[in-house]
């Protein structure tokens, strides 16, 4: 991977797709905003995101999520004001591509450059099957 980013076909297709990772924004039932970040191939946890907040989550819809600024496949997570979740699966797997606020677009980078711009927490939020 010799660019800084990627279209998602194109990484697809590398040897090295599973630092892929999706950026998916929640909702807390007192109206919170939080995202979680997990490998791109996994799912969400909605009981372990319970049992971390005690109370219920759930995705925004594609409506919520405009308001938010980001269109489906979009969500940037160095470009979001919210709480940031992440498993930790994404940091095991530097750099890592995440969406960058431009459908079908990726970009890669290094959680030490998150750290820099945002807080996060590492939690594990993803569903094991």
């Known amino acids: 991977m010799q660019e800084l980013g990627l279209w998602y076909h194109e990484l697809l297709r590398e040897e090295d797709n599973d630092r892929i990772?999706?950026?998916?924004?929640?909702?807390?039932?007192?109206?919170?905003?939080?995202?979680?970040?997990?490998?791109?191939?996994?799912?969400?946890?909605y009981k372990k995101m319970?049992?971390?907040?005690?109370?219920?989550?759930?995705?925004?819809?594609?409506?919520?999520?405009?308001?938010?600024?980001?269109?489906?496949?979009?969500?940037?997570?160095?470009?979001?004001?919210?709480?940031?979740?992440?498993?930790?699966?994404?940091?095991?797997?530097?750099?890592?591509q995440t969406g960058s606020g431009t459908a079908g677009y990726g970009i890669e980078w290094h959680f030490s450059d998150l750290k820099k711009i945002r807080e996060y927490i590492v939690l594990d939020v993803q569903e094991k099957r």
């Open 21 to 45: 990772c999706k950026t998916i924004m929640f909702r807390r039932k007192d109206g919170v905003k939080l995202a979680a970040v997990v490998p791109f191939k996994s799912r969400v946890s």
């Open 50 to 96: 319970k049992a971390y907040y005690k109370m219920d989550v759930s995705p925004l819809s594609t409506d919520e999520l405009r308001q938010e600024g980001f269109e489906p496949h979009e969500c940037c997570p160095q470009l979001m004001k919210c709480e940031m979740l992440i498993d930790p699966e994404c940091t095991e797997k530097e750099p890592i």
